[in-house]
């Protein structure tokens, strides 16, 4: 029986080293990069970002990571001012709280946790 252990989100980028800059200010570690593609680390979460020219990829894409703490996190992503003001911390009509962020290319990144 085949299990799928994780998945690993694939962003546009228009400029890789100034994306690398922006998610390492998320608390992101740098795993590898080169002008063409960058990859990036937290905790237990992987970040690809691949080079794209073409804006509208990136304005129209979107990944989700489930984290726990989710309160403290927004608090220090709003005090960095990269909280989405039409994603501000809220609870889904599931139950689930989030909140979004957009990347400089326009990405939209959600952040989300469970209450089980």
Known sequence: ???FTHAVPILP???IPASMAFYDKLG???IWEDIEYGILRRDNIELHLAKC???RVAENSTCRFLVSGI???YEVYSMLNV???NFPLQIEAWGAQSFGIQDPD???VKF???KS
Do not use: C, K, W, Y
């Open 1 to 3: 029986m085949s299990i």
């Open 13 to 15: 980028a228009s400029n």
């Open 28 to 30: 992101f570690q740098r």
């Open 53 to 55: 020219v073409d804006p």
């Open 71 to 73: 309160e403290e996190l």
């Open 83 to 85: 909280v989405h003001p």
């Open 106 to 108: 326009g990405n939209l």
């Open 112 to 114: 989300v946790e469970t």
